[in-house]
């Protein structure tokens, strides 16, 4: 009985906690995203250390793209012509990143947003949690590349 109450109360505090998203908010997505980890519905992680890819994204009055670049290390990215349309919704307190392409459909959940951390979670209950990106500095100088 009282481990029953006890995952009630953290189950309540996660859901109380759990952060609202605005249509104010959506314009923090815009930018460059390097993945971090992917958590697995099993619970367990996979950690990412070095990417060779990040995420662009580029909305406005709730559609866009997303679109694959490459980090190049003077600090630019790599870039072709391929992405997917994305439109931004919002339902039952709830907001979906919709996305399309001329072979397929899919949405996914927006769980956290701030200027620094994204947080995506797909249809099979996996979570993609995601950092700003930074310019890369192999050097380790201090120095802020450009």
């Known amino acids: 009985m009282k481990n029953t109450l006890s995952i009630f109360?953290?189950?309540?505090?996660?859901v109380g906690c759990q952060q609202k998203i605005k249509p104010a908010d959506i314009s923090k997505i815009n930018g460059y995203w390097e993945i971090e980890k992917v958590v697995f519905d099993a619970g367990k992680d996979k950690d990412y250390g070095m990417n060779e890819s990040y995420d662009?994204?580029?909305?406005?009055?709730?559609?866009?793209?997303?679109k694959k670049v490459m980090p190049q290390l003077d600090?630019?990215?790599l870039v072709n012509d391929v992405y997917e349309n994305v439109a931004v919704r919002f339902a039952d307190d709830k907001v979906f990143l919709d996305y399309s392409t001329s072979y397929m459909k899919w949405s996914e959940e927006l769980i956290a947003l701030s200027e620094e951390e994204l947080v995506l979670l797909n249809k099979d209950k996996m979570e993609y949690h995601?950092?700003?990106?930074?310019?890369i500095n192999l050097l380790g100088d201090g120095k802020k590349a450009e």
């Open 75 to 77: 600090g630019t990215f």
């Open 130 to 135: 995601y950092k700003k990106a930074t310019p």
């Open 56 to 66: 662009f994204f580029k909305i406005s009055d709730n559609k866009g793209i997303r």
């Open 9 to 14: 109360f953290i189950a309540f505090l996660f």
